[in-house]
């Protein structure tokens, strides 16, 4: 497991963007960025779980978060331009953005795979973060220390039988992230990192290995110590890389 605890409030006064914020990894990334004192913006399809979120939220005696219905399936390009002017007209910068939300698409050989899932999976888990991370980058600019995190996987860097486009996906999203981090090096303060979360106990898990023991596999809050590394100021200066959350090692490597 990465070894990293996040000192008390070092997310203060930062706001963050979190997509997939309802469930899962999305949700429990949210809950710890609050607990760490941001200003969360949770994002997502299904608005009654990003109000339970909400709720949790505010029990916990966080920072009022601000709740973003968006579904990234069907967002026009200028959804995201007016994404860009509500959060600036609110907060007037952005310090992270967690681009956590994903689709698994079909588990079939690439023979079969229907090209209309392939379409909405790349869509969903490519085009949404390269139009929402352009989109939000005058915001990102604005702040003296900001972190955008894409979600990969194991299958990201490894070709594996069955994984079809989520698995080309992430491969793209490893590269998005790479160029994104080398661009953005020296002309900004914005670094550009990826997290492989691991077999994680979620629904796209179950989803994905139907058969299998969720109890085998760790939960949400418990991968967290990298996504907090990466969001809070502990990380500045480290860009264009690759963390495997339950890898052991942690910010010295
Ligand atoms: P879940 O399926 O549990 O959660 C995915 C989240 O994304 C949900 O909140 C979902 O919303 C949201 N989402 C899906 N489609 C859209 C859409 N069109 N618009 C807006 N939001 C959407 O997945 P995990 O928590 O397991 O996965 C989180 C990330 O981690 C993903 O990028 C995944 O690829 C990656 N990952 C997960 C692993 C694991 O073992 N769990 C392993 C490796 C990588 P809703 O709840 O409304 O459906």
Redesign the pocket.
């Known amino acids: 497991m990465f070894d990293y605890k996040a000192p008390d409030n070092s997310l203060a006064n930062r706001t963050i963007v979190v997509?997939?914020?309802?469930?899962?990894?999305?949700?429990a990334a949210a809950k710890n960025y609050a607990a760490l004192g941001a200003t969360v913006v949770l994002?997502?399809?299904?608005e009654e779980?990003l109000e339970s979120i909400y709720d949790e939220i505010i029990d916990q005696g966080s920072p009022t978060p601000a709740i973003y219905p968006?579904?990234?399936?069907?967002?026009k390009e200028e959804d995201y331009t007016e994404m860009a002017t509500i959060l600036e007209a609110e907060f007037g910068k952005l310090d992270g953005l967690l681009?956590?939300?994903?689709?698994?698409g079909e588990r079939t050989p690439l023979s079969q795979y229907e090209a209309r899932t392939w379409r909405h999976v790349m869509h969903?888990?490519v085009n949404?973060g390269f139009i929402m991370t352009q989109a939000l980058l005058p915001l990102l600019e604005a702040s003296e220390d900001a972190s955008i995190i894409f979600?990969?996987?194991?299958v990201g860097t490894q070709g594996k039988a069955y994984w079809g486009a989520?698995s080309v996906s992430?491969f793209a999203t490893e590269g998005m992230a790479q160029i994104f981090a080398a661009e953005l090096e020296n002309i900004s303060n914005i670094r550009v990192n990826t997290i492989?979360?691991?077999?994680?106990?979620?629904?796209?898990?179950a989803?994905?290995y139907p058969g299998e023991d969720p109890a085998i596999?760790l939960a949400?809050e418990e991968i967290m110590p990298v996504y907090q590394y990466l969001m809070g100021p502990d990380s500045k200066g480290v860009t264009g890389q690759r963390f495997d959350a339950q890898a052991l090692g942690g910010p010295q490597g």
């Open positions: 997509t997939g914020a309802g469930a899962g990894i999305g949700r994002l997502g399809r299904t779980k968006f579904d990234l399936s069907r967002a681009h956590n939300a994903s689709l698994l969903v888990n949404a979600t990969s996987s194991s989520y992430k492989n979360p691991g077999p994680t106990r979620t629904n796209m898990r989803k994905a596999n949400p």
